[in-house]
């Protein structure tokens, strides 16, 4: 489980652009590819729900 919970720490901060050399070559030997393809799907789904959130409360006011 820590794995996949440092994977999807991983993801997020990518999502924003944010990552050091260093944590990305500490990222290819603790992370698992499937670990990377189910957060990324996780984070993906996530965003989309908050982008969807988002507009329906500027649309209903």
Same mark, same amino acid.
């Given at each position: 489980?820590? @794995?996949?919970?440092? $994977?999807m !720490?991983?993801?997020?901060? @990518?999502?924003?652009?944010? =990552? =050091? !050399? @260093? /944590?990305? /070559?500490? /990222? ?5 590819? &499937?670990?990377? +393809? ?9 965003? +989309?729900?908050?982008?969807?959130? +988002? &507009?329906?409360? &500027? &649309? $209903?006011?």
């Amino acid at each position: 489980m820590g @794995s996949f919970l440092y $994977s999807m !720490k991983a993801v997020i901060w @990518s999502f924003f652009g944010l =990552r =050091r !050399k @260093s /944590d990305f /070559d500490k /990222d290819q030997e603790k992370i698992k590819p &499937v670990h990377v +393809i189910i957060a990324g799907l996780l984070g993906a789904a996530m965003f +989309i729900g908050l982008l969807v959130t +988002i &507009v329906k409360l &500027v &649309v $209903s006011k």
